[in-house]
């Protein structure tokens, strides 16, 4: 037995479960074995609410149980499937063992169930409390972090960046508003998944025998069961829940890990000495930014995002792989589901990472203006061939590729080669006055930038509730 | 150049396309290059007739371009790509080239779009149509074949089957019932997901600013093309719509082929010679079963779709890495976009291979009955500790255990240990006449299989509509 | 701070680290954090006793140094990161601070090296000796294990299956032989790419710029670092070691777990109940099979193998995404490969486990036969054809499909129908005693079956001195 | 069946398959289904002449069947197997109806083989000889291109870049020798996994049953057929190769191309607008940038290289996969094998286009000196922190820590800073000339970088022999 946090092997534990934040005692409180374990004593606690209900046990007995459930401790729970190698029943023999369960009581403990009756269900409820107690709320501070950026950066013009090419002009706070969307997508969409997840009391291969032998209603015994705990039952289920739930719930953790990823690596990129249009702030006066450049300013938080995802999201594949299950189960699923959790772990430690850095993230509005004169002059290149063509040009966007080019051979403002052509002059002269001021100042070439980073802010908090 | 099909390196087209059947034509009319660079000219198309809708241009010069855009010949459009290096640009100038297209009318073509709005939105459609006119019908004649076996089978008591052993009784029908709900869930998600992608008229970094020159209302400009189409915008875009529909859409087909993978492994072990309850029928009277070994019966078209799933389920991590794209966009998502399409041919070959085994897949019904008769008497174990339980057995199951244990050591049914057992006589006496019923006759231990089997087929009947 | 491993989320630390086995603290002496600084601290020491034979420092600082880098406390360390965030500057000043390290002494720890010359190197050295004191031996143990089945198994006859249908015969010690042969390569496998685990001592972006400062030789300097722990250098190195190296290392250990998923899935299968070939052995009189029916015997172990294995397996894709590092590194592999050592933990978990189960591996030899009867008639189809066609007959092959569909809707034996058939009498006349005894006894065409087990177990006993 | 190539699915055939290219359709010739095709026959040939050497058959036998395999169609094979559903009956079938093969030939066609005898001996021939024939000379070539590249920029000063911040200096050249020396390794991986290829004639479970009907010696008699094709067997077969060298192989490949994926990724990052230390030229006058912003110079090539290894390298998952084959195999790789050539093609396609871009790329070293600039007062914290450490100062790193904050705040130079303090006099008068050199001028602190640069490449020139 460890007994010691850095004998572990698991950086999780050791590492990421930060040291001073009740969010992550929080958050293991339902990813950790002991979490597990007594999940499981609340469904068997459940089941005998249910059968005292139904008159197949008296309250008392039902009082006694839950009792002992509520007690549980789970090193007895290891101790006895130490000795009889089965994890269900050595936490029913706890259970049985508790001094206050009398003689009676005994033999309604588990009555009609099948181990995994009690594991899926306490699997699905520890995922859906742990989604809306600290995964969902994680991620709304998280979105509100992005839209406080986006309102406030709404009109910092900031040069647009395709294949890493300075393009066209957008706002910093327009950038920002992707984030708000993505996430906000993400969230509705693991809040959704979140609440899906279902339960089962319907026995050992999913036809009810057990329950059927006292109920001409198992499905119905099932639904009061789980809505003790407040869960759905699954349409249908063998030994296992159908495992469409969970497969779709690890996918909208993922897929919203990917948005983390692009975004920590957008301000990564954006960090660069040659950009610097963003920073980290440092944490405390005394941080060490490299053990021997001490004038670097590292986006460690960025990079650690980028390489959590890189951790969690190959681990789709092994939810894939267990969607796969032989007859009314294999249980080659059984070991690998023990991981999950690990998987809501990550995801929450990169989103409070980000917020965290998000809350003091520096924006350099000189460096961006810096960066956007680069690009400055060549950026009416579109705007001018699209309104050529508009205007009657017949092959603007050749004429203006080639002018380009003469462009950065001379080394002269696009602008100026435009003016002076005598081919293009009657078009120019039929822009109206709005357009010819975006062809004289291309920092007015924004399209809605401001108006649907509002849009989308707002859209957002709405939905959101935020 | 390759031309023959025998030259190509991808099974999909040379193989997999089932040569007789309409089914695989129509769907390459999604998935081909050919198909792309239509529907690229179909988003042309909408676009000037929005142009012309708003007085932009007039409806003779629209409709000269759209009349081009339908006779684009993709290989036109190559030849001029290998010229200019630029797809878009290229189809663009085949559109120029076509006589039909006046000089007044060649300045229009593309007007204020980027080459993403075309290909994004074009994606998205060829996806969206190919969802709904050939994924979606064969899903539903797979789900009809599941259907009608589990309905047809809802009452063949066969033994259910956890760990690879023998566990307590279902039907067959009840074990088909699982794929009836599970494929029917798939096949909502898949249609849901499909109908939820969605296009993009909003310019090279996403904030309108090319067609902001022409209209105060971009965002409805680009609604409108869209509805031309069918579609509706993203929520957000940069140069790309937010790639988290298609990673949702992708999801939905590889969890899909996740359920097709897990029906197939099934009946893979149920045909094994051991078991063989179930059999693929031998399609022509040639077939050869094996080089060498004419007397085999191989389950060939359940290993296909297996091997398919280990194919495609991976691609998913492709998908989930191009989440990741920097700024406005880096284009290292171009070239792995393409790939997508096989996706959607991974899983239809599939779908449709399963459904002809299907609807002519043998049931040995005496197998299934041999195979029962092997665990009959062991079966009442399960029954036998929760009744015994239920009349105040203080420790039914240990008893029950060791029972069985001796049952095994000395070739005597459990049953008859169990009605000598002097210390459970006063328990079995309580019981009722059904659940006597039970331990005498062990294939009575069904739960609600049968029912439970046609709620759930009525259930999807009803919500597919089929 | 996590104080008890039940409130871990790691199931490796709570649950897979075997209790009462000590090979399980001896890897976790390899993997753990408290193991990873301490290595860390090993190759600080390696560079101060380089020092001090270059008379760059005396041999008393030297010593103090290693003094106090045997004395490290993680805690210590995780302390002092705290405060200052830089996890080896953290070390630094830990071992600054330790009383025995005089004044004179603290401007030498660390003195030209780089974070990751420290990290990397200490990486490489805790995998190569994890790989050579537990990963191997317990690899060994296994094939040992595999050996001793196979060679008294050499001339169990068993029914060869193919595509899950009986085939043709072979041995059931000649199946073994397999994993022995598949099992040995990996561990060569292994071995090499352990072995082949480098360090490096090239400074922040890897040409030597420190270190330059000081030596003419710097690549001298760094092999003599590295030497002092039993490693070689990098061919070439930025901030870090080139990846490939850890990359062919973690495929090798992915590659082998592959093996043993494998196997497990292939016991798994012969413990089905109606195959019933081998059985794991239950491992105490108190083991509990199901909660709800006792008379199971479960291959959990053989499950919990493969189910590791969909764990494991699908980190490659993290391992291969972490071959990309941008220019002298991106840290976007920092966070990712403190997750390494898991891989390592996962295999030997399951190796270990799979050798306790075939120490005591069941092989029911009646069952075996029994499985073998069910098919022995037809077996002879294969060698039937193959002697006819070599005796003259035009079209063996296409005859004794025929003949093999008659038999089966027949009910005769194939072998009654050949010799009975006019047509195959000349072929028949020409075959030797050896043949004819064959199509007798299909028992006995099992070509080389045992001798070839015995050369592939003599083989691996002697390519792997066990 | 498809007739246009532009009616295909696959992008690999219709788009990536280079028009103008002799290198592909040598690769094709190998990669293709006719190719596979030619391959099976070649291998039915090799059997036929071992047959006649061992006096089984006639010579003339022998040359009848190797004259039909020369002159076997793919489309007749395919018609074939559409009739009987078996591909090697087919193919057998075929060379049975080929005029020249007389009816006493006829039996001998195939003879004690089983199918996958002859298709993994086929795959793994032809994976061989594509690997020597186009793999390795395709990433020779780009070897080249990398050496000449590192060694003309051997000392081009550029800053080293780590987190995508300023570091210290490196050259040019240095950090292309990061690829020389990875490429280099890889391409020796690859050569040997491909070397490393074996075939099998043992049968159809691998105990050779059937050859042993006429050879006492039936690994004699598989090692012959196989050294007629340069193969050697493997170690130990059972209806297939054991899968390790194939997993080994296609590791080999995929990691390889994650060092393509990273240069591509280091080359893009260069070419970014504000680095722009880099550029892929334009290919041809009329080559077009982007639709709409002609200004643009997009790394499209290293963008398609990123993209193909984000399609490629997820699909080692089924490689991983395919290593789970049921008993003496089921048959769930048989589709999935039909993939693995396209992984020889996405990594040749992508190698060949690097070349191509690294042929001609634009090495801007006025960029690269401006770059350096920006950082060089900064770059002497490093090697001032280390030097008066030498030199005695008790705690260097937090006081250069401490001036560089302060340089950073009042703008000056970190050398004045120094320079000036009095604490550090006494320890800077001890420096040696070069050492002070160095804090002088930051762009001497270059370490050994030119001189490794020149030692990779001849390391690899010598090791590869170009």
Redesign the interface.
Known sequence: ?????????????????G?NEKLFSLL?SF????AY?KYQARVEAALVRVLAKRG?CSKQVASEIEGACSRIE??DV?REE?????N??AL?NCIRSDPAVS?EA???I??????FDVLDTASALRFKEATSQVIIPTLLDLEKSFIKIALREKDTIQ?????????????FG??M??Y???LG??IL?IRKAGNNLVGKIS????????????FDD??EFEREVLHELGLEPA??S??IV???YL??YV?AL??CF??L??FA??M??L?????SEVAEEF??K???????????????NF??V???W??F??????I?????????????????L??V??IL?GLVVSAFRLKKVCQKLIVDKKAIER?FE??KK?II???A???L??K??????EC??KL?VQ??KEGRP?RDLIIESEELKPYLAKLTNK?QA?LDDPSQ?????SK?TEQ?CA?WKQKLGI
Chains 1, 2, 3, 4 share one sequence.
């Not at 990813?31 to 002991?34: F, L």
């Open positions: 037995m460890i007994e010691d946090i850095f004998d572990c092997v698991s950086p999780l534990d050791f590492r990421y479960y040291r293991w990813v950790s074995e002991r374990v197949v789970v090193s290891y130490d000795r009889i190698r089965h269900i029943r029913v003689e005994k033999r309604f588990h009555l009609t169930l099948t181990s040069i647009g960046r395709t294949h890493g090419q300075h393009s066209i002009p957008l706002t327009f950038a508003a992707e708000v969307s993505r997508n993400r969409a026995g050992a291969v999913g036809n009810y025998n057990a329950s059927s032998l006292f198992p499905e349409d249908y063998t030994q159908e495992p469409e497969v779709d996918h993922v897929s990917g948005v990823a692009n690596d957008d990564r990129h960090q660069r000495t040659e950009i944490k405390v005394d941080q060490v930014g490299s053990s021997t450049m001490p004038h670097k300013r590292n986006p460690i990079e650690n980028k390489s959590m890189k951790v999201m190959p681990r789709m594949t092994t894939y792989m267990d969607q796969i299950s032989e007859h009314q189960r294999d249980l080659t699923n059984s070991a690998s023990r991981f959790p690990e772990v960066n680069m690009s060549r290149a579109e705007p061939y699209i309104l063509a508009s009657g040009h017949p092959n603007a966007h203006i590729r380009t462009s950065l696009l357009q975006i070439y924004l399209g809605i930038a649907k989308v859209y």
